[in-house]
């Protein structure tokens, strides 16, 4: 366990999963300054950490994440990114730390979920979208918060929700109305994956997580980054960088592994070389 003041870094290295908690109960798990800094630091550690395979995200107590800490915002009670006596340009440059933090979810090789235990509002919804999988419980409620207080999602939420839900339209509706999307509406919509009872959402989370860290790491890492950057390509493209990837697979000692334990009706044992 990792010395931080606003979140918990649990790291199971017999399962390869690392654990990020947001450990700021008291407030919804509100993002301040503190906590920015510290997210980043702790996914920059996860990331360069190569026998973690898996990164759970979730926060403690009754929520997921409350957002921005309005305590920072204009007329707060804290410096924050948004507060108002700092310029526009130092405001703007200041975004540099959310952008590391979330880019550093979405950018990261090995697979990432949200596992969502309650509200996860404006930047807590980027949070949970900048996840490959979100597994959420009945109390996990989503709403772009936004527009509500005149702000624009400035965490990448106008790129995050349409791609998380598959549809333009339904994020539009989110971003220009802040309404709450509860729980069932989300699963119906494909943001949440999987939908469990809360008490059974830990256990949910943890299967599909090791099921995921069992998995050969380099194959992973490989689908991952064309899971993405293929958005980006056309097909012959895509299908170029495919053979260059499996290549790189054919090649690797996970593929004779899983190879010889599909033979000898055995579960492989991948090492990532």
């Known amino acids: 366990m ?3 003041e606003t979140l918990i870094l649990d790291k199971d290295t017999d399962e390869h999963i690392a654990r990020i908690t947001l450990n700021r109960p008291e407030r919804l798990n509100a993002v301040n300054d ?39 915002l204009a007329g707060g009670g804290e410096q924050g990114i948004h507060a ?38 404006g930047a807590g919804f980027d949070l949970a979208c900048a996840c490959d999988l979100r597994i959420g419980s009945p109390n996990a409620r989503f709403m772009v918060a936004f527009v509500r207080i005149g702000l624009f999602p400035g965490y990448g939420g106008t790129w995050l929700y349409a791609k998380a839900l598959g549809s333009v339209a339904k994020a539009a509706e989110l971003l ?14 494909g943001l949440l994956n999987r939908l469990v009872d809360a008490e059974e959402l830990e256990a949910a989370t943890m299967e599909m997580a090791r099921k995921i860290a069992q998995g050969p790491p380099i194959a992973l890492r490989l689908a991952k980054l064309m899971l993405y950057k293929g958005l980006e390509f ?14 790189i697979t054919l090649s690797s000692e996970d593929h004779k ?6 033979r000898e009706k055995r579960p492989p044992e991948y090492t990532g070389r």
């Open 234 to 247: 056309d097909l012959e493209t895509a299908m170029q960088m495919a053979a260059a990837a499996e290549t």
């Open 176 to 189: 220009f109305t802040g309404d709450f999307m509860e729980a069932q509406e989300a699963h119906h919509h």
């Open 84 to 121: 108002g006596e700092r310029s526009a340009e130092e405001i703007r440059r200041n975004f540099r730390l959310p952008q590391r933090m979330i880019l550093g979810l979405h950018r990261m090789e090995k697979p990432t979920i949200a596992m969502v235990n309650g509200v996860a509002v």
């Open 34 to 72: 503190r906590m920015e800094h510290e997210l980043v630091a702790a996914i920059e550690d996860v990331a360069d950490d190569d026998d973690m395979r898996v990164l759970v995200l979730t926060g403690a107590g009754r929520g997921f994440c409350s957002g921005a800490d309005t305590r920072g």
């Open 257 to 262: 592994e899983g190879l010889a334990a599909f």
């Open 2 to 4: 990792s010395d931080f």
